[in-house]
């Protein structure tokens, strides 16, 4: 195993919780909530893949809004501007999963941290600036700065340039399976973070290195 | 409308009915089947782009295999190697949908006609010969020549080179909502085959130039 000397990590749904959306689907759509998110998720992957193809990139704000207009209008919601920009608003008011504070706080201490995020630079600034994790941080890197999205090598080549440390000295952390597989075959060291019990790793050829349940597991992993 | 000097056709699910390969499911997979399509398919889709994106490609059967495993083993099904091949041989018994053979005969008489498809040049051979509908095309092409997956402009850029005509005189026919994006971003000539009820346009800011429900619709479009 190389040595440490960067660990970089995924933001939305590795750092950040995104159930609080569901909730806010749920007071605005009910019973069409569960569906209108599912969709929503799976439109806003999509769009970062196939913008990225067809060299048309958005910031990832505006391809969210979009996705979710696709994903009401495919479960029969009007969606109303003041609905849009409500769950939109969401997106600035995330928290972090419970483990978070205290596993960044004790992994900053032994190497510089970063987040490596499909993400606008705004929105990562404001979502680690509202919980208050910014600090932690040598480097909030954005996809903004290269205009294409994950998997493209570009993107991880980003981290690696922007740390100065070489790509098999960086541990990427992501919970997003299709990420791990675009990190690992870029040439990171990569952990999943299995958050969801059911959840397979990728027939892409290129599984993590290590699986873990929560990212308090991180420091046992790399350095005792 | 620019006149058109060339109509180019996606294959699976625009000229091919995969439905039968859902029928073939069922038989292996009873209750289950349902799931295990949906997720096959989707992962399908998937890894083209996510390989492309990851300079990953490998050819379509090899692609559609990993995310039949995928889609087995996410449904909680050990899938033997047989009933696997199975699965994949079905893909060249694949049969056209029932108003296919009358409109490119129709359509052959007016204009060159090709197929552009994410499938590898094999699978395209045996599926249109098959079905008996290899002469109506002047040209049958496959994303291999290129290594990259639809939606990269390169793959569409290959159907305008290989026939010799200009963009904008090439109506490009797809029963993919992603794929018309792709065409139309690129700068073709796109009409969408409605095929299913409840399928919505992408929020891509591309949407078709036309929609219709069948192929027989096209030579009126273009030809009266």
Known sequence: ????EAIVFDAYGTLFD??????????LYNTRAASIGQVWRQKQLE????RTLMQRYVPFTKLTQ??????CEANGVNAQPEEVNQ???????????????AALQQLSQQVPLAILSNANQELLDRATTYNQIKPY???????????????VPTVYQLAVDRLKVSAERVVFVSSNTWDVAGAKSFGLQVVW???KQDAIVEQLGFPPDHTIEQLGDLSSLFFS
Not at 66 to 71: F, T, W
Request: net charge negative; hydrophobic share 45%.
């Open 1 to 4: 195993m190389n040595p440490v």
């Open 18 to 27: 995104v159930q609080s959306i569901q909730r806010k689907l749920e007071k």
């Open 193 to 195: 973070v299995k958050r």
């Open 137 to 151: 941080f040598k480097d909030i890197i954005s996809v903004d700065a290269v205009e294409q999205f994950k998997t």
């Open 66 to 71: 979009d996705a979710l207009l696709y994903a």
């Open 87 to 101: 769950l939109m608003e969401a997106y600035n008011q995330l928290d972090v999963f419970t483990e978070v504070h």
């Open 47 to 50: 769009y970062t893949w196939l």
